[in-house]
């Protein structure tokens, strides 16, 4: 489903192509789809957060998100918002100058899928904040990781469900 336009990839001078275009996550999402993904902390905790996105269209779609406890119940307040799926496209938009572009394979639990990796530095020698994306699975990275106070943050898409 990867967009024959590589130009479409492109969204500014000094920015490395996306994984996907607009268009690609549109048609990937459009028609409704729930991510589960469980985050870990430096100190060891875990907890799941939920990416629903509704009322889709031509432009964008509602992104609900929320915590989830083991159970599955919602934790707290459910944040809705507008969201189009250029927006979602410019989330990827890296400097060029700054990342690094690679390939990988990575077993997650929703299989081994075939990633970009983007490995982003904010200054020369600060840590990385690394994303994968699965190349069969256009929108959000599958598998992220951010320097935070302690230690690195991982996120990790543990189920997409498309509804």
């Not at 336009?5 to 996306?18: I, K, M, N």
């Not at 939920?50 to 406890?69: I, K, P, Q, Y």
Request: charged residues 25%.
């Amino acid at each position: 489903m990867i967009d024959a336009d590589p130009e479409a990839h492109v969204l500014g001078p000094g920015l490395l192509p996306t994984p996907f275009t607009a268009d690609e996550i549109r048609r990937a999402t459009g028609g409704g789809k729930t991510i589960r993904i469980r985050i870990e902390t430096p100190d060891g905790t875990s907890s799941l957060r939920v990416n629903r996105f509704r009322e889709t269209d031509a432009d964008g779609a509602t992104l609900d998100r929320w915590t989830s406890g083991p159970t599955g119940i919602v934790d707290g307040r459910i944040e809705s918002s507008r969201v189009t799926w250029s927006e979602l496209q410019a989330h990827a938009a890296f400097p060029s100058d700054r990342t690094v572009l690679s390939s990988e394979t990575l077993d997650l639990p929703i299989g081994t899928v075939e990633c970009l990796r983007y490995e982003v530095r904010d200054q020369p020698n600060a840590q990385p904040a690394t994303f994968w994306f699965s190349v069969a699975h256009p929108g959000m990275p599958v598998r992220y990781e951010t320097p935070v106070d302690g230690g690195v943050e991982r996120s990790i898409v543990i189920a997409i469900e498309w509804g």
